[in-house]
C-alpha cells in the first residue's frame, strides 16, 4: 500500500464487495464471539453506531445489550463543536434522522446526550487496524478528537474503546499518529484481537 488512503480505499471496496447474507452472517458471528467478553458482561452503558458503507453491523450486539438490561447510545454530530461526537440514548424504534453525512442518528435534544465518560464501552467502526490498536478511519477524525482525553490517562478507565471489524481489515502495520486514540481491542466475525493497548 502507498498510503492511508489507499488503504483506505482497498479495505472499503472489499467491504462493499460483502453480499448482505455475508455481512449478516459475520456480523452475528462476531456478537457471539464478544458476548461473554468481560469488557461487554461488565458493561452497563454500551454506545455502538449503526453501519454504513458496508461496516461490520453490531446490531446484534445491541440487541442482546437491550435484551439483558443494558442502555445503549449511538453517536451523534455536535451541532456545537462540528468535529465532536456526542452520544444520545437509543433503543429500538427511536426517531431517527440523517446526518450530513448521510448516517442516521438519534433525534434528541442536547440535554440527553451523556457525558462521554460514563460510557463503559464504545464500540468503533474502522477502516483497518493493526495488533497494537491503531486504527484507520474515515479520515474525518471524529473518534479521536472525541475521546482525545483517553491519551491523557496512564491507565485505562472508562470508556474501553473496542473497533469492530471484518477480519480481513487487520493490516500488519499502521503508524500511529499522535493525534491517535489506540483501541484496546478489535471484535471480529473470527474473535476478540486483544492489542496491545489494554
Known sequence: MNSRSDLRREMRDRRRALGDAQRTRRSECAAVCFRRHRLFCRARRVAAYLPNDGELDPMPLMALAWAIGKQVYLPVLSHLRSDHLLFAPYAPGDALRENRFGIPEPVVSLRHMV????????????????????????????????????????????????????????????????????????????????????
Open 115 to 198: 457525558d462521554l465518560k460514563t460510557l463503559d464501552l464504545v464500540l468503533t467502526p474502522l477502516v483497518a487496524f493493526d495488533g497494537q490498536g491503531n486504527r484507520l478511519g474515515m479520515g474525518g477524525g471524529f473518534y479521536d478528537r472525541s475521546f482525545a482525553f483517553l491519551r491523557r490517562r496512564r491507565y485505562w478507565l472508562k470508556p474501553h474503546l473496542v473497533g469492530m471489524a471484518y477480519d480481513f481489515q487487520r493490516v500488519d502495520y499502521l503508524e500511529r499518529q499522535h493525534w491517535d486514540v489506540p483501541l484496546q481491542g478489535v471484535v471480529t466475525e473470527k474473535g476478540f484481537v486483544a492489542t496491545g493497548d489494554k
